[in-house]
Each structure stands twice: as structure tokens, then as C-alpha cells.
């Protein structure tokens, strides 16, 4: 196996919602991944990404009148 392309922080936040929806690449992907398994801030970051995704498709499922933008402000707001 190759060895894992190391990543900077700024390319890893970069990528860091595509990386939750799993939308990169393979390779991305695992350059990512690497760089949260070694990088303690990027993980916290990766974490609450996380729990602000599922807090917004809680959301969604709960209510429809706000549109998605909405929600997000909301969110942030809160945050
Ligand atoms: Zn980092």
C-alpha cells in the first residue's frame, strides 16, 4: 500500500464536509482520514461537523418550513 500523502490542516478543513458526506475520492479520502487520526484539533473539528450534520437532519426531519440555508443560520447561531 502507499503511503498516505500527509496533508495541512487548511486542506483538511478544506475537505472536511465532502469527507462527511463521503463525496472525495478514494485518495482524498484517505488523506483526510490520516490527517484526523493524527491531527487532535482537525479530529474535534471532524467531530463537531459531525453533530452540527446530525442536528441538521434532525431538523429536517422535524420541520419543513424553514429552508435548508435557514437552518443552518439558525444552527450557527445557537453555536
Ligand atoms: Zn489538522
Redesign the pocket.
Known sequence: MKPVKTI??DE??KHLLEYLDQELGAAKHREVEH??E??????S?TEFEQRLKNRLRDAGRESSGESFEERIKTLLRRF
Request: aromatic fraction near 8%.
Open positions: 495541512g490542516c483538511a478543513l490527517h484526523i493524527v491531527c487532535r484539533s482537525c479530529f473539528r
